[in-house]
RNA sequence: UGGGGUAUCGCCAAGCGGUAAGGCAAUGGACUCUGACUCCAUCACUCGAAGGUUCGAAUCCUUCUACCCUAGCCA
């Protein structure tokens, strides 16, 4: 029984924000009988990003909050932009995440039901169809600041709609010629009221319906329809609809919907050093300037799920930046700081040597080898030890070495004793150069006496470093990576040449046993995942994931 | 120039009339078989500005300022 409960096992529960509050005060209202049901509605014109996420998981813990349930539903009414590659990494990408939707639907399911809705509006003399071309009806909606004119097509008779309005569905038009109008108010301050098109004509085929259909119906029309059939409460999406919601509000109040759900606006997710836009994207892999929508420098759940990120890393972050309406930047640094968080009590340690100086140990039999066990950290104590051969000839970083030491550095120098990771204290003896004066090797001696578990204390040093045995090192190749986009003098994002570098590396032997996909920390350089599609039996490919935090300066 | 929004620490963000939570970043220190991790400390007499109401305001009222969205047969 001796359980102690354990003090407040933090279970910090997310954060409440505006929408929990709206919600509150619609359970406490009975305003939709103690429903609470949302939905993530993308359009599957391209793949998630970490934008996406934001959404997703509000949509998604807010109605496991209020014990709701939450759809994933494609919205796709336009077919000249999507296509079925989208759905699937759409699908894939929240499940990845570790959300489970209540039902996967699309919009276009609903075709008929809008169609019938339509009708229904021309009944009530709520719609029309118009024969006006796109330019025309651009002309006659006026600017922001002038009232906008009527169009001639506005008073048809019900009859003339009803027929007209088949007709088009019918084919009986080429795209473009005819479009169906709600009949609001041309003179709206609200440019969505002015007669916004609801249905416009498309022989395309769709990705779901093929060629079913050839009038589609438009975002502001279709979507409160789409949420009001499945029950939707709590319709929520970002700020730039905050103008639409009187439209989406008189959809559901000319078709009478009892109970209908209501829009709820929130600022989309913008992140230093990213560009989030899906055009942009699109254009970076069309152009090839990245390899592909999973490009770990990608901002996409794709790219950054390649990239080692984990669905629990995200969502700590999505959790972390806050949900309000205030348009924000946040930096990335805090996505950083939400991996290291979560990789750090999961991963184990490897001792690799991205810039290798040889080191001989002048005073270590020639052609001795023996093994040396290594603990992990303390936060992945419980995956134990591992063995690693320590002879002679070992590498070390470049940069653990100085020559002329700076105050406070406690590495490697002439003279210095530092620790050699699970082996032994070391002493820089000797340094050797080329005729170009640059370092090239380094004569040290060991101390048997405090072989790592011996229990010799000695003396104590202040540095300890990582190697690689020079006979069984292990090559691999490593990717490191910095900012896919970086700002220019003028303040605007451009592409950054340097986003990535790949260079070859030593780790230790164990390394052959890490698969496509496994992640550990490498000592002093940061976190690394072996690359699922590069790592491939004995090639070992490593994309940096984050690097580690460093108090340590020059 | 119309309409709709938003302004709280370098970056996010609580707060909803009772006297400024938290996280990231930063800084100083302790610890350390990696300078990581951990720990401890510091970090808004002030809430875009100016007035007003009140015993008391970031929270209410007035005026002003800045920024974002909006004139697709895209979503």
């Not at 330019?135 to 008073?155: A, D, F, M, V, W």
């Not at 930046?321 to 184990?348: P, Q, W």
Request: proline fraction near 5%.
């Amino acid at each position: 029984m001796a359980d102690m409960e354990k003090p407040q096992n933090v279970a910090e529960q997310a954060a409440t924000n505006f929408i929990h509050n709206i919600i509150d005060k619609d359970l406490e209202n009975q305003t939709y009988g103690g429903r609470v049901y949302t939905r993530f509605p993308p359009e599957p014109n391209g793949y998630l990003h970490i934008g996406h996420a934001k959404s997703i998981c509000l949509n998604f813990t807010t109605a496991e909050k209020y014990g709701g349930k939450c759809n994933l539903r494609f919205d796709d009414t336009n077919p000249v932009k999507e296509d079925t590659e989208y759905v699937d990494s759409i699908e894939a990408d929240v499940r990845w995440l570790g959300f489970q939707w209540d039902k996967l639907l699309f919009a276009s399911d609903y075709f008929g039901k809008m169609y019938d809705c339509a009708v229904l509006l021309i009944q009530k003399g709520k719609a029309y169809v118009c024969d006006l071309s796109a330019e025309e009806i651009k002309q006659h909606r006026g600017t922001l600041t002038e009232p906008g004119k009527e169009s001639p097509h506005r008073n048809r008779t019900v009859e003339e709609n009803l027929t007209l309005f088949e007709n088009m569905k019918n084919g009986a038009y080429p795209d473009g010629e005819k479009v169906l109008r709600a009949k609001i108010d041309m003179t709206s301050p609200n440019m969505n009221m002015r007669d916004p098109v609801i249905y416009r004509i498309a022989h395309t085929e769709h990705h779901k319906t093929k060629d079913q259909w050839c009038v589609y119906p438009m975002y502001d029309y279709a979507h409160p329809i789409e949420d009001a059939m499945e029950g939707i409460t709590h319709s929520i999406c970002t700020l730039e609809f905050e103008d639409h919601r009187p439209l989406y509000d008189w959809v559901l109040r000319e078709l009478e919907w009892v109970e209908p759900p209501q829009q709820i606006e929130f600022a989309r997710l913008n992140l230093t050093n990213t560009v989030m836009s899906k055009r942009y994207l699109k254009a970076l892999v069309d152009e090839q300037n990245v390899t592909g929508w999973d490009d770990p420098r990608m901002p996409t759940i794709a790219g950054l799920r390649r990239r080692g990120y984990t669905p629990e890393a995200i969502r700590d972050f999505c959790d972390r930046i806050g949900v309000s309406k205030a348009n924000s930047m946040v930096d990335i640094a805090l996505l950083e700081h939400c991996i290291r968080e979560d990789l750090k009590e999961k991963v184990e340690t490897r001792m690799v040597v991205l810039d290798p100086l040889k080191v001989v140990i002048t005073n270590y039999p020639e052609d001795q080898t023996e093994t040396v066990e290594i603990e992990n950290n303390k936060e992945v104590e419980e995956k134990g030890t591992r063995k690693v051969s320590f002879s002679r000839e070992l590498y070390v970083e470049r940069d653990d070495f100085m020559e002329v030491p700076v105050k406070k550095y406690f590495r490697l120098f002439p003279g210095n004793e530092v620790r050699f990771k699970g082996a032994y204290f070391i002493t820089c003896q000797e340094v050797i150069k080329d005729e170009d004066g640059n370092v090239t090797e380094l004569r040290c001696t060991y101390d048997p006496e405090t072989r790592s578990g011996s229990g010799f204390d000695g003396r104590k040093v202040k540095g300890t470093i990582h190697w690689v045995d020079a006979k069984t090192a292990k090559p691999i190749t490593i990717r490191s990576y910095s900012h896919l986009m970086v700002e220019n003098e003028e303040g605007e994002n451009i592409l950054n040449p340097d986003s990535m570098r790949e260079f070859e590396a030593y780790g230790e032997a164990t390394l052959a046993e890490i698969k496509a996909g496994e992640r550990c920390q490498f000592f002093r350089h940061g976190y690394y995942i072996a690359d699922e599609k590069l790592t491939t039996g004995d090639e070992k490919v490593f994309n940096q994931i984050v690097d580690l935090k460093s108090s340590w300066k020059k």
